[in-house]
């Protein structure tokens, strides 16, 4: 892309062509990281100032992009946060509910396939290579095609509603991305030091507490913020098991559900969705460096 | 200026950490104890996927050679009346083809567009600057943003009644009316004379899936620019080439590879997407792709047997693709 737009007439040979380039790229690369910020930046700029608007303002001038301070107002997020009785959205329910089942599948998913990633990444049994690869093609599975059995099967046993069916799913969906990432952090861990420990008497699972886990904690607590930040924005299971029961609905579902009436304003759906975005984007720039070098770790391989 | 893409080419890739071997040789009795405690660790994992991937998979599989409608679950079992009929049907029911086809396009022209953002993005943040990080991280965000929230953005903003894209498209870019971006299925615009009609939903949702993923690889390919050794570059600079020849000859042929798994990957995950088509357009106006379908046959028609059928042919096509893919160009980088 950069190259085709970069190409400067070649009027005079070498330096003049790399001259132009430079010249150009000067400018480009400015004017490009300022378009993409805007673009990344814009739309969640917006959300917040939908959400502080009153209704009658937007619908005045929809297009502005911010706020003048005498009217701001807060009572759209009251009116999403209070209880249906009170006349609003029910959203402390489902920030509640969304909490229960992500903070719920980080700690199963973690308790499940850290001593997984653990045995995938040091010791040799019978199927190893055949399991990590089963973990893996889970990872790019349709979502749609498990939801058709799960469906039937949540009806049938009466599950629909509950939000353990739910947590049950979520942890067998992360647990192929936690033993991946967590894999290729112990694959980096030196055996000689567990090797030492070994030969100091300690048995496989004390060298496994020991060592091994105090050693990995980075990649487990950055794991369990990206396990963290799946369970809390995923929709679809969400859609299918807890439709019926809005006691049990999750922010994710809860918005989605609203935005399709007309009852409820625009603005008070903007706060819904600030309420939705606040945790991760707060969770996201907490944790930068760790959660992107988790995830790209490995990428040199490429 | 061949010699210097030679040189980049020869260059060995880093080696991955952690490569294994060497370490084979072992008294038995303790490769035994190791053998078990390893399938013990892996046990829970190894079930909990069993039971909530594989066997309903499989399931799906039975279903979709069955007559099932929601209503008459209770008296199915497994041991069915297995028939083609679903299969037959799906095929050859209307509209199907077409979703294919809108799953194709949604997902080739999502990974295309989502992929060329993400190498500009992340070429022009290669070199230090004062904010980088900050900026780079703000870049993030349409990634890590929970879908529903970023989609009832898009479709707000995008409104023709009170989004502020159509206000100040009608107000400054001279548009003769609001553009209904997501409801319509086909717009006709004139330019320089000429008509050109576009699916105006369709390629909103491909926009809305290259805003959403593009930082997805502008975070890989950053990764893989940062291994690019800067003797290489600093060669090249000596010898006169210019920007856009250093691009062409040493950074894309470093690329290459990061780009190849990248498509990959944002094919196989768009292909498969629902949450995005399902919240913007509800899979109407043209942009109805095969799991949006799906859905639809589960929940608002019932027909179990029909909707895993199509579930079927949908994971059937992307496992052949994928393999193709890896048998043609694979190979290279060992997965498991």
């Known amino acids: 892309m950069s190259s085709a737009a970069t190409r400067g007439p070649e009027r005079r040979r070498g330096l003049s062509r790399d001259a132009v380039e430079n010249a150009l790229l000067r400018v480009a690369r400015p004017v490009v990281i300022v378009l993409l910020l805007l673009i990344a930046v814009v739309p969640f700029w917006y959300m917040v100032v939908l959400s502080f608007r009153p209704l009658d303002a937007v619908a005045r001038d929809p297009g502005a992009l911010w706020v003048p301070l005498a009217d701001i ?8 946060l209070r209880p249906v009785a009170e006349g609003g959205q029910d959203f402390l329910v489902f920030i509640r509910n969304s909490l229960v089942v992500a ?5 199963l998913s973690l308790l499940v396939a850290v001593p997984g990633a653990y045995a995938v990444s040091r010791l040799e049994f019978f199927g190893r290579r055949r399991i990590s690869a089963l973990f893996l093609a889970v990872y790019f599975f349709p979502a749609i095609l498990l939801a058709v059995p799960l ?24 647990a192929a991305v936690t033993i991946y990432m967590l894999r290729n952090y112990f694959d980096t861990i030196p055996v000689s030091l567990e090797e030492a420990a070994a030969l100091d008497g300690c048995s496989r699972l004390q060298v496994m507490r020991r060592i091994a886990l105090p ?7 950055s794991n369990g913020l990206f396990v ?14 807890l439709i019926e029961r809005r006691d049990s609905w999750t922010v994710s579902l809860g918005l989605s559900q609203l935005a399709g009436s007309i009852e409820v304003p625009t603005t008070v759906l903007m706060a819904g969705s600030v309420i939705l975005t606040l945790p991760i984007v707060i969770l996201f720039f907490a944790s930068e460096r760790l959660l992107v070098g988790g995830l790209t770790a490995g990428a040199e391989k490429g | 200026m061949s010699s210097l893409a030679q040189g980049a080419a020869g260059v060995p890739a880093p080696v991955a950490p952690g490569a294994r071997g060497g370490r084979r040789v072992r008294r038995s009795s303790r490769a035994r104890e190791e053998s078990r405690t390893g399938l013990l660790l892996i046990t829970p994992t190894f079930v909990i996927v069993v039971a909530v991937v594989v066997l309903p998979v499989l399931w799906t599989v039975s279903l979709a050679f069955q007559r099932v409608r929601l209503l008459d679950l209770r008296d199915t079992g497994v041991l069915g009346d297995y028939t083609l009929a679903n299969l037959a049907d799906v095929l050859t029911s209307p509209g199907f083809l077409e979703s294919l086809r809108t799953t194709l396009v949604y997902s080739v022209g999502g990974t295309a567009c989502a992929i060329g953002i993400g190498l500009v993005a992340a070429l022009a943040l290669r070199r230090p600057f004062r904010g980088r990080g900050a900026v780079r991280a703000a870049m993030l965000l349409p990634y890590v943003a929970p879908v529903v929230a970023a989609t009832f953005v898009w479709s707000t903003a995008l409104s023709p009644q009170f989004g502020v894209v159509n206000h100040w498209g009608t107000e400054l870019l001279g548009w003769d009316e609001p553009i209904a971006f997501l409801s319509s299925r086909a717009d006709t615009f004139s330019l320089l004379g000429w008509e050109i009609t576009v699916p105006t939903a369709l390629l909103t949702v491909i926009a809305f899936e290259a805003w959403r993923s593009f930082p997805f690889a502008f975070l890989f390919l950053t990764a893989r620019l940062q291994a690019v050794p800067e003797t290489l570059d600093e060669a090249a600079r000596v010898d006169g080439a210019t920007p856009s020849q250093r691009f062409r000859h040493i950074l894309l042929p470093q690329l290459l590879p990061t780009i190849a798994v990248l498509s990959v ?7 498969n997407n629902f949450d995005d088509i399902y919240l913007l357009t509800g899979g109407g106006a043209g942009t109805q792709v095969v799991a949006v379908r799906v859905f639809d046959y589960l929940t608002a028609r019932g027909d179990i047997g029909a909707a895993a059928a199509q579930a079927l042919v949908l994971a059937v096509i992307l496992a052949v693709a994928v393999t193709a893919y890896l048998r043609l160009f694979g190979r290279r980088e060992e997965v498991a």
């Open chain 1, 215 to 221: 050693l990995a904690m980075p990649a487990i607590v």
């Open chain 1, 103 to 107: 903070l719920g599948t980080v700690v």
């Open chain 1, 228 to 241: 963290f930040m799946i369970a809390w924005n995923e929709f679809l299971f969400a859609l299918l098991f």
């Open chain 1, 151 to 174: 469906f039937v099967f949540f009806t049938r046993i009466g599950l629909r509603g509950s939000l353990v069916g739910l947590l049950i799913v979520y942890v067998a969906q992360v």
């Open chain 2, 265 to 271: 990957l944002r094919f196989i995950w768009t292909y």
């Open chain 1, 73 to 80: 107002t807060w009572s759209t997020y009251l009116s999403v």
